[in-house]
């Protein structure tokens, strides 16, 4: 109200400055004013209602949109790092996991081979224990076969020299006698 006290004052004023005669510069005409101020009134009213409301709720969703980015860009580096860590937690695992195949691997392999020397130096003494078996049978026998002919040449000999023929028993416990003896002999060389 003010504004309009203000006004007609102003009006009032011109009104007398036209009457007294002198041309009035600058005219203030109420009624052109309030219309003035109305059709701003409702210039802004309209464009409040389909420019302003529109524009800003365009921002907004802007804004909105804006923000939401940001956190999904956010979200997606916290992804991106903790796909990053557990990669490489499962290539750190997986490397251990190598290892431990490859020590088992290399462990099972000397374990093997340890095995297999083993089973060769049981097998190398075995056939030397049989070939010493052997060779000490053939021995025996050699020396059996040898004290037969030798126990023959030596009866052969005492036959001659005694002239007279020994029977079949006295010959052999005469030369198990003698073999006794030479073989004590032998043992006492040796």
């Known amino acids: 109200m003010d504004v309009l006290a203000v006004a007609s004052d102003l009006g009032r004023v011109a009104a007398q400055v036209t009457a007294e005669g002198e041309p009035a510069l600058f005219q ?3 009624f052109w004013v309030i219309v003035s101020a109305l059709n701003f009134i409702v210039f802004f009213a309209l464009i409040w ?3 302003f409301k529109p524009v800003s709720r365009m921002l907004d969703e802007r804004r909105d949109r804006i923000e939401q980015g940001l956190k999904d860009a956010e979200q ?3 992804d991106r790092e903790n796909a990053e860590a557990e990669r490489v937690a499962t290539l750190a695992e997986a490397r251990k996991e190598a290892n431990d195949i490859l020590a088992r691997a290399q462990r099972l392999a000397q374990e093997t ?3 297999d020397i083993a089973a060769t130096r049981a097998e190398l003494d075995r056939m030397r224990e049989r070939a010493t078996d052997e060779i000490e049978a053939e021995k025996q026998r050699a020396i059996g076969e040898l004290r037969a002919e030798v ?3 030596a009866l052969a000999a005492a036959s001659r ?3 007279e023929s020994m029977t079949d028993e006295r010959q ?3 030369v198990s006698e003698f073999l006794a003896a030479s ?3 032998g043992d006492a060389r040796n």
Do not use: P
């Open 183 to 185: 073989t004590q002999d």
């Open 172 to 174: 052999r416990r005469l």
């Open 151 to 153: 126990a023959d040449l």
């Open 49 to 51: 209602t389909f420019a």
């Open 76 to 78: 997606a580096r916290r």
């Open 113 to 115: 081979r340890d095995t």
């Open 161 to 163: 020299v005694v002239g």
């Open 28 to 30: 203030v005409n109420l």
